[in-house]
């Protein structure tokens, strides 16, 4: 019988800084006390941490943060490429480690500054060659333009619109509405609102992109044995994926045959294989949302509903409270912010311990994605 | 603007650009022969190293488009809202590159009425001179 990862590693510990357009502290300061925080909720002393995981764009490295918190001899540690794509790869890369018995103690974070600091698509010397020889000089500067060429395409095929997209970040918004840590906590929005807002890269407007945000998050990942003495109620990693599909192309899937099938689709065949349950358990999702579409096309690709379904789901309020599937519960990258992703693996941990601002009675499983569009990664929790 | 900072793979993209000639990298192995883009090293569907550069005819259709509004660099901040298009080959439907719909080959990127801009209309490329760098642009067939 070959090892497995399911449900042999929890998620034990999580931390996080405010969030806001500007904070004082350094990115490091930021990630050191995230980290912190997630090991004091652990009951976990950080003199007994032997593995970090990141992912790339994180300007901290390991060292820095090993150093700084006062953690043991490290004897795993791992950066996962593709940005926002690697956020749930952290936590898997940690279950990996902890299940073979290469660590004990794993933490992942994420730290940002992009609320107050330079945006990473002005950065032109890093960004024009290889892949971007063949995007950035027409003018698809940022992700935004990439991923509205996506919608566009999308809204053609299928007959979605902006009122679906609406939908997408009503349902954050509201939910960040009922969460004070959130950047949008008591700043409701309106459909008017979303559609009289500025065009940012028609037909994405104002409020389908994400927040930005300085801030940290991070959390504790130990073997289930180890967590049944831990202060909080373990939840358990139950299955982990990373995607990266057959002829993929960084940031975008422009030249595979079929462009609207991205990274999620490679991700969740192996996520659900690994799995004692499919879409149809799961309680509540917290989905990448950098960007609205992203929502219909991961709600595609992780199997709620068939190729082309996406958009049509989130009508009649099936991604708000008491719908068929309660998304980005403490607001997402659209309305609690956006720390590229990792404030949805917290918010998935604090459902399975119902303790959520927009608690989901009973949950028990929840499925946390990373961006899609660029490879990317996903974990299903269980309480 | 921004010019293209070719890779080794790349680079004889855009020198065939710099002669007026939109080529797409081909597998020269006899069996195969199949186009790739973007341009790499060797065959995904034989593993061949040998490639070659194919004309294309330069006709192709909109598959999508957006409009970039600011916050932007400057230089396309001055021509905001202007459009991208992602033009699928006529030649070769999978290869989709990525440009600019203008209203002849050294207008603006703001050229062209944003009315016109339809999924499936088709276009012909042409090429620019942008600060020594030939670029291709589209031209809509029926302007
Ligand atoms: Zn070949």
Not at chain 1, 32 to 48: H, M, T, V
Not at chain 1, 244 to 251: D, I, T
Not at chain 1, 303 to 313: L, N, Q, V
Request: hydrophobic share 40%; glycine share 10%.
């Amino acid at each position: 019988m070959a090892a497995t990862l399911k449900d042999a590693t929890a998620i034990v510990g999580i931390g996080q800084t405010a969030f806001a357009k500007r904070l004082p502290q350094s990115e490091k300061e930021l990630a050191c006390r995230a980290i912190l925080a997630a090991l004091a909720d652990a009951g976990i002393d950080p003199s007994e941490v032997d593995a970090f995981s990141s992912y790339t764009m994180e300007e901290t490295d390991e060292v820095e943060v090993a150093k700084a918190i006062g953690a043991g001899d490290v004897t795993f540690f791992s950066k996962i490429g593709y940005g926002g794509g690697g956020s749930c790869a952290t936590v898997g890369h940690l279950a990996a480690a902890v299940a073979t018995g290469q660590a004990t103690v794993g933490v992942a974070w994420r730290s940002r500054k992009r609320g107050s600091g330079p945006r990473p698509w002005k950065n032109t010397a890093v960004q024009l060659p290889t892949p971007g020889q063949w995007t950035r000089p027409f003018g698809l500067l940022r992700p935004a333009d990439e991923i509205g060429m996506l919608a566009r395409r999308y809204m053609h095929e299928y007959g979605a619109t902006r009122d679906h997209l609406f939908n997408v970040a009503m349902a954050c918004r509201n939910r960040a509405n009922e969460n004070p840590a959130a950047m949008m906590y008591e700043r409701p929005l309106t459909r008017e609102m979303y559609m009289t807002s500025r065009m940012i890269s028609d037909p994405l407007c104002l409020f389908d992109n994400c927040l930005e945000t300085d801030g940290a998050l991070a959390c504790v990942i130990v073997s289930a044995e180890r967590a049944r003495d831990c202060r909080q109620r373990p939840v358990y990693v139950h299955s982990a994926a990373q995607g990266l599909p057959a002829q993929h192309h960084g940031m975008v899937n422009y030249w595979n045959d079929d462009p609207l099938s991205g990274p999620a689709w490679t991700a969740a065949r192996h996520l659900w294989k690994q799995a004692d349950f499919g879409p149809q358990d799961v309680d509540v999702a917290q989905i990448y949302d950098a960007f609205t579409p992203l929502i219909p096309l991961s709600l595609e690709g992780y199997g709620f509903c068939g190729r082309g379904e996406g958009a049509a789901f989130t009508e009649g309020g099936a991604l708000e409270m008491g719908g068929r599937l309660p998304i980005n519960t403490g607001g997402g990258g659209l309305s609690e912010a956006y720390v590229h992703g990792f404030n949805l693996i917290n918010e998935g941990v604090k459902q399975l311990r119902g303790v959520s601002t927009a608690q989901v009675p009973d949950a028990a499983t929840c499925l946390v994605t990373a961006g899609e569009g660029v490879p990317t990664s996903a974990i299903l929790l269980r309480a | 603007m921004l010019l293209p900072v070719p890779d080794e793979d790349g680079t004889p993209f855009w020198e065939y650009a710099a002669r007026g000639e939109l080529r797409v990298q081909a597998c020269a192995a006899p069996a195969c022969g199949r186009l790739r883009f973007p341009p790499r090293p060797c065959c995904p569907h034989c593993r061949s190293f040998d490639s070659e550069w194919r004309l294309m005819s330069g006709r192709g259709r909109i598959w999508s488009y957006v409009r970039p509004h600011p916050p932007l660099l400057p230089a396309y901040a001055a021509q905001a809202p202007y459009n991208v298009i992602l033009v699928e080959l006529a030649d070769a439907p999978h290869i989709r590159l990525a440009g600019n719909l203008v209203a002849s080959p050294d207008a603006p990127l703001d050229s062209v009425d944003p009315a016109r801009l339809r999924i499936g209309a088709r276009v012909q490329v042409a090429f620019t001179d942008t600060g020594g760098t030939a670029v291709p642009r589209w031209l809509l067939e029926r302007p």
